[in-house]
């Protein structure tokens, strides 16, 4: 079984796109991803790009990904020192990078800043390979 860590960008992509997850793959993502995606969508919302009623249901089937949140003192502590690391001001897309180290194979992530500051410390793939079959 392949692990992967995903963001809330990927969580509302995958959930806009009905996204079957090959039974082989599981995903995983810091509690924080919860917030980053009701603002993401609650975004869309107050920008006008989709209704209210869609908004509710993309968050919906975001819950229905069954993504294991996770965001103990260990994951804590490590995004705290990635952070530091990397100079970051805050230590939100930290979680990201170590939950990643603790729990899973690989981070899928479409943001490229993310994802270059990520390849120092775990692998990175697409988004699209969480929707591959396992070879």
Not at 102 to 131: C, G, H, N, W, Y
């Amino acid at each position: 079984m392949t692990t992967f860590v995903i963001d809330a960008q990927v969580a509302v992509d995958l959930a806009v796109g009905g996204a079957a997850i090959p039974p082989e793959h599981s995903l995983a993502a810091p509690t924080i991803l919860r917030s980053q995606a009701l603002a993401l969508v609650y975004g869309s919302v107050h920008r006008g790009e989709i209704d209210e009623r869609s908004g509710r249901k993309i968050l919906d089937d975001i819950r229905a990904l069954r993504i294991r949140l996770l965001g103990d003192r260990s994951l804590q502590d490590r995004a705290w020192r990635i952070a530091t690391k990397l100079n970051w001001p805050d230590t939100y897309q930290a979680e990201y990078i170590a939950l990643t180290q603790l729990q899973a194979d690989a981070l899928a992530t479409a943001d490229t800043k993310l994802a270059a500051a990520a390849r120092l410390f775990v692998e990175t793939q697409s988004p699209a390979d969480i929707m591959r079959p396992a070879s």
